[in-house]
């Protein structure tokens, strides 16, 4: 499950870029090396046109069977080109890749992350053009849109908890925390859950903490994404348990640790509101009282 | 009387020493003459007590070496190496009271005795004026002298450099592997009269090793001729040292003369005789 | 310098364990965040609701306490093992204990360990595995073909297995996904933040028992610089040096890396600065270097956790930035 941190890291270090490749005809086979590109394709409907992915895509389940061709460090020139594909999803940083690629002909689909949740919406209709699934493009989109737009609502009016948001920390232990600095894709899904960054200052995508900056900082909750990747009640008390190591931050004190587990979080594709709102519910879980 | 009773002393297959008998009495002045790869340094080393023979003994006044614990050897025996590499800046005085080690316990300083005996031992090699210098820049004569001085350091008991006056006593033994391989003409003499002067007034029993025929001539007393490992002459320097006995150790033609001048023997080369051992 | 042996030694150790008492004292007052001293040590504020106390008793203090062993143990490592390879380019990391070290950290950080040790992290147990294994490899290889130890193959079994050990670390490194080589680079650049005393107090056994043999070392290790057979002939016993010189540097390296990382430079800038000052006896560089290195690695961590902050900085690179150009000039000035 921590693969996909390494989406969000990759991620977090790429622009936006809607480009629109000079394709004659709709390509009937694709390639996606981009898990949440992947994601998007089969949410518009255009599942069916898949015939490779990275190998850290996990959903939608139809992805198990389908052959894997290597990833954003270790993509695999020779599987992709042996799936005869018309389109081939790449990360805008794989230039060699894409430079193999064009050279051969097939059409390439670079795909930078944009600097906020909006971005992903914009992916999803950029990619219904190019698809010609515009239809089911539109209704993902408006549909994310719109889920977004009713935590926003849920959430709003609220008085907004400074929220510490780690994606990554060494197991059992609060040596090497990353948090989500004021920039970026993690910081804005926490904005919109109704929560106020703590280091909303800082303008960088993540921050390296040590234990002085954390407790100055003394968040109200500690929102901790995929850890070890298991969220059970055993894992969960033994990583609430390092926290105990600092009884001064509000969020310790008052038991507001959460580990929210599941690569929704850091996969930037259709299931980001969901992921927004699971989010929301830890923040503002009164906001919520009226739905299970 | 420092002995080495049929000693034998190998490197893997190699045969370096091959039943080696010497014996040096005390207040010897002993050459022990050989060429390059006959044992000379290997047996420095067993004689010394740092290198253990694989077969035979020695003994230092009666008691085997190895029934001797280090610290009890180096009190009374101090090899001088063909060149000291030494690796950090020491000074001078600080190498000369290096040889003190072996008279002090795991903790203690050294003492303003240690210091003074130091002190004598420089004065003795005549490197009293290089004492604050740093080591590492001095001649290679002048670091040779200072080595000796630390030798020196090493023998000297409490009564620091005045033996007791008969000459008994336990033995203190100076070996020294090629003392002036590397050093010019005027450090050769040098380094000469301080062994010859350690030997007459300092009461030392004193083995040098080296290849040089002249060296040996002018200083030793008595010599030891060492080839492919074996012993093949050994006694007073003017009965061993022949035009005979040189044919054998070294295959050359020589000319052994009396000089006026000294009243020593002069070995002059001639010519190569034989290519190689086994002669 | 003149003046008595011992009149010196205790020069020595009254100026720069003055040094490290003042840096020491100064560097848990000294902090990106402001703390009112008073407060630190009331006593009716209870410890868990104190923030003064907990940033002063649990961020800084346990930080402070783990440089000065980690600084301390690098850099008396650093000169046990630059007299035991007589050779004074030597570091601590030369014969392969950190490579060791940073491959168990890394096997950690990338796979996870089968057992977890409460309060102590992954990484810290695993390196310090690493560490005794390289250790036990060296060793082994250094003695295996003849009686005794040769320095010269212990140089260069440590500098291969240094080499063997680099390219299992790229290897894993290659395996690992993006946070986890993130997380084994970050490990690499040395951290300080141990966050309580449990680290400090399981490298603590490891470090004392190196610092007891390095109480013995110094005297036999002047004489060793003459040369094995120099320093065996005034009676020192030669092998037992070099085993006690190799094992208790081992061990002190090993302990640091794993409570810090692998921190570079203060190994050899230590050493070095050290013999400038005081001469070439060890009886007064060793503990000298312990207690400088102490000292400049407490402050060397005051400025990784200030200059940016909030973010914080390496130590490592700060060692680095400092040790680098102050070794050029070293090299540089050497006749």
Known sequence: MTAHIRTVLAALAIGLCPVHPGLAQPPARIVSLVPAVTEMLFGIGAGELVVGVSSFDRHPPEVGALPRVGGLLDPDVERVMSLRPELVVVYATQQELRGQLTRAGIETFPYRHGSGLAAIAGTIRTLGALADRRDGAEALASRIEQRLAAVGARVGGRPRPRTLLVFDRQPSSLRGIYASGGVGFLHDMLETAGGLNVFADVDRESVQLNLETLISRAPDVIVELQITGDVGPEATSREAAAWSQLPTIPAVRDGRVYLLGGDAFVVPGPRIAEATERLARALHPEAFDDEP | MLRAASVSFAYGSHRVLDEVDVAIAPGALVGILGPNGSGKTTLITVLGGIARPARGEVTLDGTTLSRLSRVEIARRMAIVPQDTHLTFDYSVLEVALMGRYPHLSSFELEGPRDIEIARHALAATGTSDLEQRSFLSLSGGERQRVVIASALAQLADAEVLTPPPDGRGPSRVLLLDEPTASLDPAYQLEVADILRELSTRGHLTIAVCTHDLNFAAGLCRELVMLRDGRVIAAGPTDEVLTPETIRRLYGIDADVQRLAATGRLSVVPLRRVSAGPGA | ?335
């Open chain 3, 1 to 335: 310098m003149t003046g008595s042996l011992g009149r010196r030694v205790a020069v020595v150790w009254l100026t720069f364990g003055a040094l490290l008492l003042l840096i020491g004292a100064a560097a848990p007052l000294i902090g990106s965040t402001a703390i009112d001293l008073r407060r630190v040590f009331v006593a009716t504020v209870p410890f868990d609701e104190n923030v003064d106390a907990q940033i002063f008793f649990v961020a800084r203090l346990p930080r402070v306490v783990a440089a000065a062993i980690v600084g301390g143990a690098l850099a008396a490592a650093g000169v046990v093992f630059q007299a035991l390879l007589r050779n004074p380019l030597a570091t601590p990391f030369t014969l392969g204990v950190s490579a060791g070290a940073s491959l168990g950290a890394m096997l950690a950080l990338t796979f996870g360990t089968p057992v977890v040790v409460p309060g102590l992290s992954d990484s810290a147990v695993a390196s310090f595995v690493g560490a005794l294994g390289a250790v036990a490899i060296v060793y082994g290889l250094a003695t295996a073909r003849q009686r005794g130890f040769s320095t010269t193959v212990l140089l260069l079994a440590g500098v291969t297995l240094n080499s063997f050990f680099s390219a299992l670390i790229l290897f894993v490194q290659y395996l690992a996904d993006f946070s986890q080589t993130f997380r084994t680079v970050r490990w690499l650049m040395g951290d300080l933040d141990v966050g309580g005393y449990r680290p400090i107090l399981s490298a603590l056994p490891f470090t004392l028992g190196a610092f007891a043999i390095f109480a013995w070392l110094p005297r036999p290790l002047n004489l060793l610089a003459l040369g094995p057979d120099s320093a065996a002939t005034r009676g020192v016993d030669v092998l037992r040096t070099q085993r006690l010189a190799f094992f208790s540097a081992s061990l002190a390296t090993g302990a640091a890396v794993s409570l810090g990382g692998p921190i570079g430079f203060v190994g050899i800038i230590i050493p070095h600065l050290v013999r400038l000052i005081v001469g070439a006896d060890h009886r007064l560089v060793l503990p000298a270097a312990t207690l400088f290195g102490a000292a400049f690695l407490i402050a060397c961590d005051v400025v990784a956790r200030t200059l940016l902050a909030p973010l914080e900085l390496p130590v490592g690179v700060v060692t680095a930035v400092l040790g680098g150009p102050f070794f050029l000039w070293l090299l540089i000035r050497q006749r």
